[in-house]
């Protein structure tokens, strides 16, 4: 009798153990910078890793808002000086890192235009020409200073980290799940994906990269420990009354969305913040620049990248190109080298 009570409750344990969020990991859904969030955790203490996440994830938001009158960037953009936290100096400091190497096409002091076309009350107008070219006067991240924590504009200047918030939020939550010894989890912050580790059974994490054009996933890359960001006109823009389709990435040399070959740009990299970024800079760039900038590129953290191409091109650099798995047979994969 007692032997039958040990194999029923051994097998009760391991039925239970089973059933632990193991499969299923502890999921959390949630809004914050403007995009739907997802970040599923696996392992012990999940439930309790997945909360803090969020809760960090919604301090970012807080503090980096353009809109929210209590952020520190919208401290900084009233006043044009501001003493800000450690964090939001850090980015400020890494955003103006990045606008120097990419030649300005990622410029964080993009504000001022960004406002003026609405992309972020959603209040949205064509500016004219003239109120475009004294606007873009006012986009020169060459003018702002990082001293201490204080970070000091040019006047009438304002600063927006909406190309690089997401990515900084998703190398923080990684942090935090890695130090709570976290070894499986895919954080989505809406469509800026970081992988921890592996998948719960040990194989890679399958990232699809959404087709520009329509529904679905032109391919799939299979990641661990690494980021992928994509950006392209396709999620956020306006239609005019005469039709046009304006994307709300700015080339901040014109001050007008971006119109070039690129439909989307994918950066990878273990660097969710390098990512965000360099997907923002690369889509203002072009095939060309962002070939040059991806050959020449020399920080010490690197980068791969899949540019699609309005001609029917998936462009791949060479450290992705094993990653990628390309569905969509109608785009043709070209491999870039850096010889
Ligand atoms: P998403 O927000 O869709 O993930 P991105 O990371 O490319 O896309 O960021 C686009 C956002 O970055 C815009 O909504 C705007 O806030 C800001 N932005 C637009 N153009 C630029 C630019 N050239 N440099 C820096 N930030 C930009
Ligand atoms: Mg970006």
Redesign the pocket.
Known sequence: MRKRLLVLSAALCLMFTACKPYDTGAERDFYAMN?IMSVTVYGRGAETCADEVQQRINKLDKLWSVTDEGSEIYALNSSGSAAVSEETAELVKF?LRI?DRSGG????T??PV?KTWG??TGEYTVPGADELARLTELVDHQKVTVSGNTVTLGEGMML?F???A??AASDEAARILRESGIQSALINL???VMTVGSKPDGSKWRIGVKDPTGEGNIGVLSLSDCAA????AY??YFQAEDGTVYG?????ESGYPVDNELLSATIISPNGTLC?AL???V??MGTDKAEELWRSWDGEEDFDMLLITKGGEAIITEGAAELFSLSNKSLTLKVVERQ
């Open positions: 995009t955003a606008a096409a990622l410029d964080p993009i504000y960004l992309f972020t927006d909406g190309a690089v997401k990515g809406g469509g800026n960001v994509t950006s392209g999620e956020r709300h990435i700015i080339d901040p965000d997907s923002t800079a889509f203002v």
